[in-house]
Nanobody, 125 residues
């Protein structure tokens, strides 16, 4: 079962920046074969997808509210995914998760619908 470890979260003032890191313990062939994404969840709300990147890295898709502020990238040689977050605002406060997308890819990678612990991002006004 592949595991995901997210890090890089913290407390930042509005307008500030953070860079999130995700390390995946899957076999490199599996990691490089799936789309990866960053998600976020606020207590009481459903998890939402923030950004995704195709297996080759040539296509990225962003949630409208983060377009122009967030940048997703990946390194298939290191099984890592990054999320550069600029111009943060309080509405970006959430626990951020990294995982394969869609659910079928998560099943391929983990053998189950597995999620890591996430990393907490708090943006103060």
């Amino acid at each position: 079962q592949a595991q995901v470890v997210e890090s890089g979260g913290g407390l930042v003032q509005a307008g500030g920046s953070l860079r999130l890191f995700c390390s995946v313990s899957a076999h490199t062939k599996v990691f490089s074969a799936v789309t990866m994404a960053w998600f976020r969840q606020v207590p009481g709300k459903d998890r939402e997808i923030v950004a995704s990147i195709t297996r080759s890295g040539d296509t990225t898709i962003y949630l409208d509210s983060v377009k122009g502020r967030f940048t997703i990238s990946r390194d298939n040689t290191k099984n890592t995914v990054h999320l550069q977050m600029n111009s943060l605002n309080p509405e970006d406060t959430a626990v951020y998760y990294c995982n394969a997308e869609p659910s079928g890819a998560r099943l391929l990678m983990h053998g189950m619908d597995y999620w890591g612990n996430g990393t907490l991002v708090t943006v103060s006004s």
